[in-house]
């Protein structure tokens, strides 16, 4: 197999390829006859492309990774290169500009389409087995490649549409290079989706397989992601006809018309198709959602929390809103993810400002209560944990964790549990260990089971949740009121549901008669979108998406969607964590090294009384605060890219190939703007 990044070699390395037997010519005579083959070829790519905790959760805790971890919701101890001015670079060679797992889907399809027929009702087939497993499992890959393909769309924008697997020939792959408006490559991934969604529809599986409500689901979650792109990057070069757009510098893409005539109707086109999905995924589910006690269990004999179980059992088969899940084994294939959430989460906590978002059970706003370092005897301020915990939003009071409180439960003798903290210590904010160590003094207990035998050195064996349910109640209620501006009886019973579940106050309308965006915007970069401060209907639907995700690998999707980040271009964000200086909590420590040196373990109180991770020493990223550049909302595409499909290896100009907005086509340079 070659794709347009391995011809680096030149010429010379892809005439060595063809000089083998092509791997078609082995496997379509001895493969892909039975249906358990497609089965087991489809198994072979659910690691790479689906959420799991290897993957997208990272295999030390929920939301461990760049897409919540970097962003105003969760902080490690050093801050992501994009959110600087000059650490974030155009690369050589490598990087995510790559085509492999799109070749290896779309082989499959060269090989089993002929035998199935491309009509996709199975009249044709020739596939041995059951036939609704034989269309189940065709079902699976064009969902993995809509999946794989969505990855590209939020990181590159326009992409090449390929549908076929590429001779390995460099005229031929410099000629499928050629990217396509990101609005079509959005429009080909529903396509897909619908493909999955009538082959799934012909069988019920296991839901630790895919099957037709995920493909709903996706569908509106790639709808609403390009619909709010392209709605809030309007007029830019980050859209097809926008000033400055890179793709109208090529031939093939100058001149662009959208499909529906304009980029208004294409972003309707968008959110009737987000809407559509989302409300047949959310009607089936609506009253299945997992039941939340609001109660942290504390002993053997207290009553199970469901909601806190959905994300720490080992079987999630008996949970309606779990559409899909990711099983492990013991013995076979574990992760950490329970250890990490026994500390702190490897070192990596939640924020203040995200912490603070969260509302009180009555529904308001916390700064309704006072100020957020003393509140008014309802909210109690935040010079402990166990103040902000108090009378909270029930998915913070479940997940954030207290000094003193019980981590386990259950198996306190079990020999393979080798990795836990039994009862949760003051947070470990000078400990430098990666894997101990905690970042901001808030750490999440999602995902961590009541069962001492998963807490096992990487071989810990609960389920991961890879989609919910109840994001279709959101992803509804979002792009029905980007669409139509105002709040549908469907989209506010789906919040009431919402809000139930969570043990908040079920009147929204309370919360945002409430809402001061000015406060809002002290904790929230989604209070903003193009450097604006939004509405306070909308900002609250985006509230309660960002309280339901908590550590789901949701944000920097969202926030980008959005546009989110233009005001830290200005105006730099500093990420705090618990309130360390001046309260009961800095008596917890005796080692505070706070002199703004390598040494020091802490920020200094000179900066806040809040932690400021990335604020220990001037050498940080992110030590005047986190920035932004226009580009970074796209990744770069790396020179040997350019190189490879040039005219003659060496003038990036002849390159099909354009780089994304403002971005240099040179190593090791930063953004432009």
């Not at 757009?245 to 031939?251: D, L, Q, R, T």
């Not at 639907?541 to 830290?568: K, P, V």
Request: proline residues 3%.
């Amino acid at each position: 197999m070659m794709t347009l990044a391995m011809i680096a070699g030149g010429l010379t390395a892809c005439d060595d390829f063809l000089d083998r037997e092509p791997m078609s010519s082995i496997a379509s005579e001895s493969y892909f006859n039975e249906a358990s083959q497609l089965a087991n070829y489809a198994n072979n790519l659910y690691n790479g492309i689906l959420p799991s905790h290897g993957t997208s959760y990272n295999s030390y805790g929920y939301g461990i990774m760049a897409e919540d971890a970097d962003t105003d919701n969760q902080a490690g101890v050093t801050a992501n290169n994009r959110y600087t001015t000059d650490r974030w670079k155009v690369g050589q060679s490598g990087g995510d500009w790559s085509f492999g797992t799109i070749y290896s889907c779309n082989y499959f399809f060269s090989q089993v389409l002929p035998k199935f027929g491309d009509n996709l009702d199975g009249s044709q087939n020739t596939i041995g087995g059951d036939l609704t497993e034989v269309q189940h499992y065709i079902g699976e890959m064009y969902f993995l490649r809509a999946s794989e393909y969505f990855k590209k769309l939020q990181a590159f924008g326009d992409y090449p549409i390929i549908t076929e697997p590429l001779a390995d020939d460099a005229e031929v792959l410099t000629e499928a290079s050629k990217r396509s408006p990101r609005n079509e490559v959005a429009r080909f991934i529903l396509e897909d989706l619908d493909k999955a969604y009538t082959l799934l529809s012909a069988n019920t599986m296991a839901t630790t397989r895919i099957n037709k409500d995920v493909a709903l689901l996706l569908k509106s979650r790639v709808a609403l992601f390009e619909g709010t792109w392209l709605k809030y990057f309007k007029g830019t070069a980050f859209v097809p006809n926008g000033t400055g757009w890179p793709g109208a510098e090529k031939e093939y893409n100058a001149n662009y018309q959208y499909p529906s005539g304009s980029i208004d109707n294409e972003i309707n086109f968008f959110l009737e198709e987000a809407m559509e999905a989302a409300q047949e995924v959310a009607e089936a589910y609506k009253n299945s959602l997992t039941v939340n006690t609001g109660l942290v269990q504390q002993s053997a004999d207290d009553a199970v929390n469901p909601y806190h179980e959905m994300f720490a059992s080992e079987d999630l088969s008996g949970y309606p809103e779990v559409l899909l899940w990711r099983q492990y084994v013991r013995g076979l294939a574990g992760h950490y993810v329970n250890g990490a959430a026994s500390r702190g989460n490897s070192r990596v906590g939640l924020t203040r400002g995200y912490v603070n978002s969260f509302l009180m059970a009555d529904g308001t706003p916390v700064y309704t209560h006072g100020t957020y370092a003393d509140g008014d005897g309802y909210y109690m301020g935040d010079k402990t944990i166990a103040d902000v915990r108090m009378n909270r939003d029930s998915r913070l009071y479940i997940f954030l964790k207290e000094p003193g409180q019980q981590n386990v439960l259950y198996e306190l003798d079990n020999a393979e549990g080798t990795e836990v903290t039994v009862v949760e210590p003051y947070p470990q904010i000078t400990l430098g260990d990666g894997m101990r160590g905690y970042a901001t003094g808030y750490a999440m207990r999602k995902g961590g089971s009541w069962n001492k035998k998963y807490y096992g050195n990487g071989t810990g064996y609960t389920g991961c949740v890879s989609y919910r349910a109840v994001e279709a109640l959101l992803n509804y209620m979002e792009a029905s009121y980007e669409r139509n501006g105002s709040l549908d009886n469907s989209a506010k019973e789906y919040w009431a549901l919402i809000r139930t579940r969570s043990n908040v106050n079920a009147d929204f309308e309370h919360t945002i008669e409430l809402t001061d965006m000015s406060l809002e915007a002290e904790n929230d970069w989604g209070a903003y979108s193009a450097g604006q401060l939004i509405d306070k209907t909308l900002y609250n639907i985006r509230r309660e998406r960002r309280c339901e995700f908590i550590g789901d690998g949701m944000r920097y999707m969202d926030l980008r969607r959005w546009r989110a980040m233009d005001q830290l271009i200005t105006t730099p964000y500093h990420i705090e964590g618990f309130h360390l200086w001046n309260t009961p909590m800095e008596g917890w420590y005796t080692d505070l090294v706070a002199n703004d040196t390598d040494e020091a373990n802490v920020s200094s109180k000179d900066k806040s009384e809040y932690l400021r991770p990335y604020e220990r020493y001037p050498a940080q990223a992110g030590y005047d605060g986190l920035t932004w550049k226009m580009a970074h909302y796209l990744t770069p595409i790396n020179v040997q890219h350019f190189l490879v499909t040039s005219a003659d290896g060496a003038d990036v100009t002849t390159s099909p190939i354009y780089q994304n907005p403002y971005w240099p086509i040179v190593a090791d340079q930063e953004a432009e703007q």
